[in-house]
């Protein structure tokens, strides 16, 4: 049984609390795309957890976690990030995590051509989150990447580098005036973060397939939604990966399986970090409250988060691309406060009323159009059935799965991990 968790919009959908509770039936979690440019935020009975790499069911004893070849890993972010989850007392062991070999390593010098960039583009930016991703992964495709298996082989490695360096410090230091880096301490930063990881480090397909014989179950973890795919997202305001379910089986190594069900989340409004369009977004007093109601900082950067009414357009649309079997709408209970919900259901572009997500100037131009629908106007954080919900909740979250054409299954009234409605 193969299930992918994605995201529907613009990310931050709160992906990583629905893996720690749908893990709990799987026997591995996979991430397959991505690096650590965007975080899961997970609550439950041990704390709280901000997770940017590694997929979430590391939360769980019981779960063998991948790290795949899709993935773009900063050895030293990782590194990091294990040693902040032992001091919680989360167990890591080659035993539970598992990172492919061909899998890709972030470098010190993406990092800093990513940064160098955005401040050179100035008021232009992209809204990087300045994580060495975009640099990254067109090194990958230009063929000029290391990855996590390259770490046993430090004599090739030590060879190979000296002319990748060379190339990489042309741009370092003729494009941006910037110091350029050198062979002893990117070997050095390689020895210092990636020995420590080398024990977890495997051919994750292999891995996969023999468990997949085995009867295991797999889930496959998203980062970002179908909106920041590099070719279905709002390019080029996008990641640079493919956030897309059907590349999930692609960027865990095991590119012949097909997927049983994707599980697609959405917020019960729209919320987005970065630049580019984002034609339901609100403004002043009614933004501010909407963000201070929903804690809406980004786990990876803190930024605060753009805010804004649920969009069918945008949504209908991530659904289709991620292929959702089922959804789960998050943060219902953060609507409470109103006492009337701001719905976006169409664009206005150029005059006309537009039902499908459009493409590049149109996207800049939308304007929304909203309904009103009735709010609730009460806790609900405490309620586990359907029945619970006051009516005009349950209204919603059917409005919601009408306009978008496709079941919600899961509803989610908090963070922590039992508060959740199963339909």
Same mark, same amino acid.
């Not at 919320?271 to 984002?278: H, L, N, Y």
């Not at 007093?285 to 804690?295: F, I, M, T």
């Not at 900082?297 to 069918?312: E, H, I, Q, S």
């Not at 409005?399 to 991990?417: D, H, M, Q, T």
């Given at each position: 049984?193969?299930?992918?968790?994605?995201?529907?919009?613009?990310?931050?959908?709160?992906?990583?609390?629905?893996?720690?509770?749908?893990?709990?039936?799987?026997?591995?979690?996979?991430?397959?795309?991505?690096?650590?440019?965007?975080? =899961?935020?997970?609550?439950?009975?041990?704390?709280?957890?901000?997770?940017?790499?590694?997929?979430?069911?590391?939360?769980?004893?019981?779960?063998?976690?991948?790290?795949?070849?899709?993935?773009?890993?900063?050895?030293? =972010?990782?590194?990091?990030?294990?040693?902040?989850?032992?001091?919680?007392?989360?167990?890591?062991?080659?035993?539970?995590? &598992?990172?492919?070999?061909?899998?890709?390593?972030?470098?010190?010098? =993406?990092?800093?051509?990513?940064?160098?960039?955005?401040?050179?583009?100035?008021?232009?930016?992209?809204?990087?989150?300045?994580?060495?991703?975009?640099?990254?992964?067109?090194?990958?495709?230009?063929? &000029? $990447?290391?990855?996590?298996?390259?770490?046993?082989?430090?004599?090739?490695?030590?060879?190979?580098?000296?002319?990748?360096?060379?190339?990489?410090?042309?741009?370092?230091?003729?494009?941006? =005036?910037?110091?350029?880096?050198?062979?002893?301490?990117?070997?050095?930063?390689? &020895?210092?973060?990636?020995?420590?990881?080398?024990?977890?480090?495997?051919?994750?397909?292999?891995?996969?397939?023999?468990?997949?014989?085995?009867?295991?179950?797999?889930?496959?973890?998203?980062?970002?939604?179908?909106?920041?795919?590099?070719?279905?997202?709002?390019?080029?305001?996008?990641?640079?990966?493919?956030?897309?379910?059907?590349?999930?089986?692609?960027?865990?190594?095991?590119?012949?399986?097909?997927?049983?069900?994707?599980?697609?989340?959405?917020?019960?409004?729209?919320?987005?970090?970065?630049?580019?369009?984002?034609?339901?977004?609100?403004?002043?007093?009614?933004?501010?409250?909407?963000?201070?109601?929903?804690?809406?900082?980004?786990?990876?950067?803190?930024?605060?988060?753009?805010?804004?009414?649920?969009?069918?357009?945008?949504?209908?649309?991530?659904?289709?691309?991620?292929? $959702?079997?089922?959804?789960?709408?998050?943060?219902?209970?953060?609507?409470?406060?109103?006492?009337?919900?701001?719905?976006?259901?169409?664009?206005?572009?150029?005059?006309?009323?537009?039902?499908?997500?459009?493409?590049?100037?149109?996207?800049?131009?939308?304007?929304?159009?909203?309904?009103?629908?009735?709010?609730?106007?009460?806790?609900?954080?405490?309620?586990?059935?359907?029945?619970?919900?006051?009516?005009?909740?349950?209204?919603?979250?059917?409005?919601?799965?009408?306009?978008?054409?496709?079941?919600?299954?899961?509803?989610?009234?908090?963070?922590?991990?039992? $508060?959740?409605?199963?339909?």
């Amino acid at each position: 049984m193969l299930t992918a968790v994605v995201g529907i919009n613009w990310g931050d959908e709160g992906k990583g609390r629905m893996v720690d509770l749908l893990s709990e039936e799987q026997d591995i979690v996979v991430r397959y795309q991505g690096g650590n440019n965007a975080g =899961h935020t997970v609550i439950n009975d041990r704390g709280e957890f901000i997770l940017n790499l590694l997929p979430s069911g590391i939360l769980r004893p019981e779960i063998t976690n991948v790290m795949g070849c899709g993935m773009v890993i900063d050895i030293e =972010h990782l590194c990091k990030e294990i040693g902040r989850l032992r001091e919680k007392g989360i167990v890591i062991s080659p035993e539970n995590l &598992k990172i492919s070999e061909r899998a890709v390593i972030c470098m010190p010098y =993406h990092v800093m051509q990513d940064c160098l960039e955005e401040e050179r583009l100035g008021d232009a930016k992209f809204g990087s989150t300045r994580r060495g991703i975009a640099p990254v992964y067109g090194d990958k495709y230009l063929k &000029k $990447a290391l990855r996590m298996g390259d770490l046993f082989q430090p004599e090739a490695l030590r060879e190979r580098l000296p002319s990748i360096l060379d190339w990489k410090n042309l741009t370092l230091t003729e494009v941006y =005036h910037a110091e350029g880096c050198t062979v002893e301490k990117i070997m050095d930063w390689l &020895k210092t973060y990636g020995e420590p990881l080398m024990p977890y480090v495997c051919n994750a397909g292999t891995f996969l397939t023999e468990a997949l014989k085995n009867g295991k179950r797999v889930m496959f973890e998203a980062q970002l939604g179908a909106l920041r795919d590099i070719d279905f997202g709002i390019y080029p305001y996008t990641s640079s990966s493919y956030t897309i379910a059907s590349y999930a089986p692609i960027g865990a190594g095991i590119p012949g399986r097909q997927l049983d069900k994707t599980v697609g989340i959405m917020k019960a409004y729209s919320t987005c970090v970065g630049e580019g369009p984002f034609t339901a977004e609100m403004f002043g007093e009614e933004a501010e409250a909407l963000r201070q109601a929903g804690g809406e900082y980004g786990a990876a950067t803190g930024r605060p988060r753009r805010v804004g009414g649920f969009d069918v357009v945008a949504s209908k649309y991530g659904v289709r691309v991620q292929g $959702a079997t089922e959804l789960a709408v998050t943060k219902l209970d953060v609507l409470s406060y109103l006492k009337e919900i701001p719905v976006c259901v169409s664009y206005d572009v150029d005059g006309k009323t537009v039902t499908e997500f459009p493409y590049g100037r149109d996207l800049t131009i939308a304007k929304p159009n909203y309904v009103t629908l009735k709010g609730w106007n009460c806790d609900i954080s405490g309620c586990k059935t359907l029945e619970e919900l006051p009516k005009e909740a349950v209204e919603y979250v059917r409005f919601l799965e009408k306009a978008v054409e496709c079941p919600v299954k899961y509803i989610s009234v908090g963070a922590e991990r039992d $508060a959740i409605i199963v339909l």
